[in-house]
């Protein structure tokens, strides 16, 4: 194993961060907030890590990444980071705990938006800044990130990108892996703008406006608001967000194609089909049992049901009304829709829709095998056929979500917390979704969960993010064997 080439990696990623923590500083600067001099302190700390790290590792032998090192460095990217960004929670004193800290800056990073902050208002601005853009930073990935600016990891950068942006097939867009990071960060900060811009104009502030787009395009979820979106009262203002977190929900690589006109691409993708389908018809049973139930107008019941259903499916996480006053059918509906998450190649969490498409085609396809037991079928995937280890990896990804929900959800009981606050919290974490059920509801928060809860939490967050394989094959004995 290269150990030189891992920290190298590692400190270049931390230069990154560094120059991020740049803009909470000029934020806090412009609007003359306390915490100028900690987020300063928190810039020099990290960057200097960095540099040090860099300086003592550059002279490293030039050599490819192999699959061990992209595993390690990927997880280690997402644990130290988040580490770095619990030092400026800490020092600007938002938290006085490590614990809540590092829980607050892993949920950033890996856009769960579960938060642990009582009175997000109180806090300086240019901390919320910091927080709203380590969602951004981890929408798209901080691998990615590195991957478009930096032309220095050889033909060892696509084992980064595959360990990073998890795929059933990673197709790279453009000729070189670097050119394909470039384009997808070029798509992201396109609608990140685009979605800043009409946030203005339907009345957010030019901060509020950006921190939200930082989070929607992110699907991360952390507002600037006590009340999330629910607080500007505006139709204008959800009905933008709710497109923006669908459209944050649709594979990148497709809008690559509708950017160079081929629309039709778009359409012919069956995983893009089932989304938008699933997504219609989850908000149209919502809304006709809110119709039924909750509010006396179809119309405002539409518009409560299409922002939860979307913000919930996509793994944003923004709330504006409390759904567990909804009656219990909407509320199923809900923490079925936290499986699902966005399109493989979006920056949402959750299963993934194209592999939910895929065991129902298999499911279908095994039923059929009873009946027809001599016919030769097999599943397919916009016109291919797909191999039968694609669909073993599917299976055996599912297995491993739902087993580790299984196993944080008796750890989360057996801190005392209630079965549904347990078994919710678990599922968001793991969905990377942040609000659940129960203390950890939409009008409530993570910072009553005691702390070997959070650390569960954590460990949750990180593997969902990470798409699970990533992390759990570091546990395995025989990946630490020459």
């Known amino acids: 194993m290269n150990t030189r080439l891992i920290l190298y990696f590692i400190g270049v990623i931390l230069i990154f961060i560094s120059f991020f923590m740049i803009f909470p500083v000029a934020v806090s600067v412009i609007y003359g907030q306390t915490d100028t001099i900690p987020l300063i302190a928190s810039f020099g700390i990290t960057s200097i890590s960095g540099s040090v790290l860099y300086l003592f590792t550059k002279g490293h032998k030039r050599e490819d990444i192999r699959h061990r090192e992209a595993f390690i460095i990927v997880t280690l990217t997402w644990v130290i980071m988040s580490f770095f960004g619990s030092v400026l929670f800490l020092l600007t004193g938002t938290f006085n705990s490590f614990t809540d800290a590092y829980f607050e800056s892993m949920s950033g990073f890996t856009t769960t938006g579960a938060s642990v902050l009582t009175n997000i208002e109180a806090v300086p601005k240019g901390v919320l800044f910091w ?12 691998i990615v ?18 360990a990073e942006v998890p795929e059933i097939s990673v197709d790279k867009l453009r000729p070189r892996i670097i050119d394909t990071a470039k384009a997808l960060w070029i798509i992201y900060v396109t609608l990140t703008a685009t979605d800043a811009i009409l946030l203005y104009t339907a009345g957010m502030s030019v901060y509020d406006a950006v921190c939200h787009s930082f989070t929607t ?18 139709h204008s203002i959800e009905y933008i967000t709710s497109l923006f977190m669908f459209l944050a929900g649709i594979n990148y690589s497709l809008y690559f194609y509708v950017f160079k006109g081929k629309f039709s691409k778009l359409w012919r993708s069956n995983e893009f089909r089932f989304y938008l389908a ?24 539409f518009r409560y049901s299409l922002f939860q259903t979307v913000s919930i499916m996509t793994t944003t996480g923004y709330v504006t009304a409390d759904y567990e006053k909804w009656v219990p059918l909407a509320q199923v509906i809900l923490i079925l829709l936290m499986f699902f998450g966005g399109m493989i190649g979006s920056t949402g969490g959750g299963i993934k829709q194209v592999r939910i498409l895929l065991m129902i085609k298999q499911g279908y396809r095994e039923i059929y095998q009873l009946i027809h037991p001599r016919a030769v079928t097999a599943v397919k995937l916009d016109d291919k056929f797909l191999d039968k280890e694609i669909l073993g990896s599917i299976w055996g990804l599912i297995f491993l979500f739902l087993g580790i929900c ?33 203390v950890a509801g939409p009008t409530e928060n993570y910072a009553s969960i005691p702390l070997i809860g959070k650390w569960i939490l954590i460990f949750c967050m990180i593997t969902g993010r990470l798409e699970i394989y990533t992390v759990l094959i570091l546990f395995m004995p025989h990946f630490w064997k020459k």
Do not use: C
């Open 131 to 142: 927080r709203s853009m380590t969602q951004w930073i981890g929408g798209m990935g901080i």
């Open 145 to 162: 990130f590195a991957l478009a600016i930096l032309p220095l990891l050889g033909t060892g950068g696509m084992q980064l990108f595959k």
């Open 217 to 234: 395009m992110a699907t991360g979820g952390f507002s600037t608001k006590n009340e999330s979106i629910a607080h500007f009262k505006s």
């Open 278 to 301: 699933i997504t219609t018809i989850a908000t149209l049973l919502v809304t006709v049992y809110l119709w039924m139930s909750s509010y006396t107008s179809l119309i405002e019941s």
């Open 406 to 438: 299984a196993v944080a959800t008796i750890g989360m009981a057996a801190t005392g917390m209630d079965i549904i606050t347990s078994s919710t919290t678990v599922i968001s974490a793991m969905s990377n979704v942040g609000p659940a059920f129960g």
